[in-house]
């Protein structure tokens, strides 16, 4: 069966530090991957996704990057915190061909102070 | 489309009652509709799913419908529990896009 993890589950970070949030699948081979944030009591917003290695789409311009180094291995980075980055950051993949069903990690819960 | 930056709607019933939950798209496009549930804290758990060539699918204890004249989904949760408490989130795709698009979501709350 799949599984997905991310790490860290929370991390409380000062503005201005860089962040490097992972996330890694086991049990599939070429999954697509996503980043979404999540504000407190709001909805999903989608960041990054990857239908490969290399292959990085952004949604929204933002102080955020992803990479895809490996291909089950996806890293949301930034070099400098702002506040407005704090929220909860979720992983998902999806199988490449449909991608229609995402499952999703556990989640990293990021405050920025 | 996206609603991220919207408070969540609130739906409260009462233990033992049945939950309706509803969803409305814009696409007429999208041919592919899922529900997620989210506990507090954690990442959303896909619940049921369904096919536009679909009216109705159901689960254990969950039944998902698709009005595709209206443009209108819903999960109906029967006898609800203290376990149902969370947040639900449909979304939809369209054959060949490579993302979802998520509605905004709406918090379940049962009483005693």
């Known amino acids: 069966s799949q599984t997905i993890h991310q790490w860290p589950a929370t991390l409380v970070q000062p503005v201005g530090s860089p962040l490097s949030l992972e996330c890694t699948v086991e049990?599939?081979?070429?999954?697509?991957l996503y980043w979404y944030r999540q504000a407190a009591g709001r909805g999903l917003q989608l960041l990054f996704y990857?239908?490969?290695?290399?292959?990085i789409s952004s949604e929204v311009p933002q102080n955020l990057s992803a990479s895809r180094p490996q291909d089950r291995q996806f890293i949301l980075s930034s070099k400098k915190l702002l506040l407005s980055d704090s929220g909860f950051y979720l992983c998902?993949?999806?199988?490449?061909?449909?991608?229609?069903?995402?499952?999703f990690g556990p989640g990293t819960r990021l405050t920025v102070l | 489309g996206e609603s991220v930056g919207l408070h969540l709607p609130t739906l409260s019933v009462q233990e033992g009652d049945n939950s309706i939950i509803n969803c409305a798209y814009s696409?007429?496009?999208?041919?592919?509709f899922i529900w997620y549930k989210q506990e507090s804290g954690k990442g959303p758990q896909f619940i049921i799913d369904?096919?536009?060539?679909?009216d109705k699918r159901q689960g254990q204890r969950v039944t998902v419908l698709l009005n595709k004249t209206v443009k209108h989904l819903s999960l109906q949760i029967a006898a609800t529990q203290p376990g149902d408490s969370a947040v639900y989130f449909c979304?939809?795709?369209?054959?060949?896009?490579?993302?979802?698009?998520f509605g905004q979501g709406t918090r379940l709350t049962i009483n005693p």
């Open positions: 998902a993949w999806s199988v490449r061909v449909p991608p229609d069903t995402q499952y």
């Open positions: 696409n007429s496009a999208s041919d592919y």
């Open positions: 049990g599939t081979s070429n999954p697509n």
């Open positions: 979304a939809e795709n369209t054959q060949g896009a490579q993302k979802l698009v």
């Open positions: 990857s239908v490969g290695i290399g292959q």
């Open positions: 369904i096919r536009s060539n679909m």
